[in-house]
């Protein structure tokens, strides 16, 4: 539990480092006097599947970084251990997470048909 706990500080304190920078153009004569820069935006929604060992710290890197940056998580965690990852969307909610932030699918990933 601590080690999933400290997964969420990380990334949280790695989000205070994302910032924007500038870079002088000053390389050529045309560009004396200009700055370059560029600035971090989140992605948008990323899928992240989980697999079934350690299902409270695997979920918890896969979910920390991405809500850190300002991203939305779809999680699909492993059928054989769904209920940590269901906990632990509770637990961010209590917390004050947004609605629609993390949302999780559980099911099989498999299928039966056979594709030739």
Do not use: Y
Not at 51 to 70: D, E, Q, R, T
Not at 80 to 108: F, H, K, Q, S, Y
Request: net charge negative.
């Amino acid at each position: 539990m601590s080690r999933g706990a400290e997964t969420f500080k990380f990334a949280a304190e790695e989000a205070k480092q994302i910032h924007g920078e500038t870079i002088p153009m000053d390389a050529s004569p045309s560009g004396e006097n200009r700055l370059g820069f560029f600035i971090r935006t989140p992605i948008g929604v990323i899928g992240a599947i989980s697999p079934f060992n350690f299902p409270l710290n695997l979920v918890a890197h896969k979910i920390a970084p991405a809500i850190a940056a300002g991203n939305s998580v779809v999680l699909k965690p492993a059928t054989t251990t769904p209920l940590t990852a269901l906990r632990m969307a509770e637990l961010l909610m209590e917390a004050g997470l947004p609605d629609g932030v993390l949302n999780i699918i559980m099911g099989g990933g498999s299928t039966s048909e056979n594709i030739s």
